[in-house]
């Protein structure tokens, strides 16, 4: 059960785009389309942003989208605003009841 | 409105036990797995534990080596997590989350666990 790898910071300028990657093994991330990513300001519970890798949950803006290729999956935000600026965390079931979580990313709106 | 309230954080010495609780409200309690995720200081997140709808299946990360065990109360609508032999790696906030189609889609806001002499 390592955590799934994440860069420690990503940062881009207002209305540009951003990748977050989350490296994952073929155990995890590439065994299932079970990916989600999750929002998380200073001092607050984190907010589920995407689930099964690409979907969105009501409420969420679509400047915000996922992928994966094998064992590794990402989270775009496009049009940067400042509200985005937040930890964000990606977590794939892992198998047998069990999840992982990555190592998480801050993104910094510059 | 889904809520979630986790209680029972606290300082403990290391070697010491807590335990605790997470109140549910507005949605029914007894259909959803339920899991505990922790989150040390400057850290991401860790996933600690998970119980289905009527405890019949019961996971836990490798890591916690039988320290922790995970219950629930349906009639009460609380969840719970019994820590014992806490260490200083234990240091953590402990959210309590809801799983939807394996994602956490609604969260508590954390009690803070302070393992230290």
């Known amino acids: 059960q390592s955590a799934l790898t994440q860069p420690a910071s990503v940062s881009g300028s207002p209305g540009q785009s951003i990748t977050i990657s989350c490296t994952g093994t073929?155990?995890?991330?590439?065994?299932?389309?079970?990916v989600s990513w999750y929002q998380q300001h200073p001092g607050k519970a984190p907010k589920l942003m995407i689930f099964?890798?690409?979907k969105r949950p009501s409420g969420v803006s679509n400047r915000f989208s996922g992928s994966k290729s094998g064992n590794a999956a990402s989270l775009t935000i496009s049009g940067l605003q400042a509200e985005d600026e937040a930890d964000y965390h990606c977590?794939?079931?892992?198998?047998?009841?069990?999840?992982?979580f990555g190592t998480g990313t801050k993104v910094t709106v510059l | 409105e889904v809520q979630l309230v986790e209680s029972g954080g606290g300082l403990v010495n290391p070697g010491g036990s807590l335990r605790l609780s997470c109140a549910a409200s507005g949605f029914t309690f007894s259909t959803y797995t339920m899991n505990w995720v922790r989150q040390a200081p400057g850290k991401g997140l860790e996933w600690v534990s998970s119980?289905?709808?009527?405890?019949?299946?019961?996971y836990y990360a490798d890591s916690l080596k039988g320290r922790f065990t995970i219950t629930r109360d349906n009639a009460k609508n609380s969840l719970y997590l019994q820590m014992n032999s806490l260490r200083a790696e234990d240091t953590a906030v402990y959210y309590c989350?809801?799983?939807?189609?394996?994602?956490?889609?609604?969260w508590g806001q954390g009690t803070l666990v302070t393992v230290s002499a």
């Open positions: 977590c794939s079931y892992a198998g047998g009841g069990t999840y992982v």
């Open positions: 989350a809801r799983v939807d189609s394996n994602n956490y889609d609604y």
């Open positions: 099964e890798v690409s």
């Open positions: 073929s155990t995890d991330v590439g065994s299932y389309n079970l």
């Open positions: 119980i289905s709808s009527t405890s019949s299946y019961i």
